[in-house]
């Protein structure tokens, strides 16, 4: 058994978010996976379990808790597995669903993977979470972006979506870990979506996710087909069209995460980016 290492949603190494890849984990129970993801230390490694004609169980673990669905770590499996065994198409089976995953060589030689969403939805937050929410962010109400409602969206985990006012309140990330820890775990909120909107289909993103031990998300998939649910949801985009999210810039992990939000109410949304070893 080998465990993999990649960079999803960056070219370079030295940017993106890393997770752990073990192709063959058919051998391993939870508590195994569990100690070995906590010993890798990435925001998630991905196990799976191969199967037939590209059909394949996943699983997700932090550091300190299994996740239903991962974005960034299912982008690092699909290049890992194009590597071993080609480009093409795989079926993965998540504890969130279905998820479709293509892979592709780009024009540069690099790999690019695209994976295809459960379907979206999304839940309003009640006043007395908010407050919560806000008081562990150290937010107040005149930092957030009217123009964007707090909502909980969902696209195979749960992520509530805050709008920042300002680019200049999003780079001052300084918040309570344990008091949003114990918020999130009650509330089965995976990572915070912290969104300052540049320009319609522009978006600067961060990530606190302390339930898996981490405080801070360079670059989340998972969140990002969340958020594309919640602005067609809402209206606050026209579809068909094609966000790009920036994050990880503030801790000095760039990514660039591509969504694409399809017109059609409830149908996936599809992330891609590419994933290189490290």
Known sequence: MEILRYV???????????????????????????????????????????????????????????VPFCGHATIATAVAHAHRHGVGS?????????????TSLAEDGSLVASLVSVAPRSVAVSASD????????RWSADDLDPALPVRAAYAGAWHPVVGAASRERLADLDYDMPVLSDLMRRKDWVTVALVWRERPTVFHVRNPFPPGGVVEDPATG?????????????ELVETPTTLTIHQGADMGRPSTITVS??????????????????
């Open 8 to 66: 999803a949603f960056s070219s370079d190494p030295a940017g993106g978010n890393p997770a752990g890849v073990v192709l063959d984990a058919t051998e391993l129970d939870d508590a195994t996976m569990q100690v070995m993801a906590a010993e890798v230390g990435y925001s998630e490694t991905a196990f799976v379990v191969p199967g037939a004609d590209g059909v394949m169980g996943i699983r997700y673990f932090s550091p300190l808790a299994e």
């Open 90 to 102: 795989l079926v993965l089976h998540t504890k969130a669903g279905e998820v479709r995953v293509t």
């Open 130 to 137: 908010l407050s919560e929410l806000l008081e562990a962010l």
């Open 222 to 234: 998972a969140a990002a087909a969340a958020l594309g649910g919640y602005l067609r949801e809402l």
């Open 261 to 278: 939000v399809p017109r059609e109410t409830g149908s996936g949304i599809r992330v891609s980016g590419t994933a290189v070893q490290i």
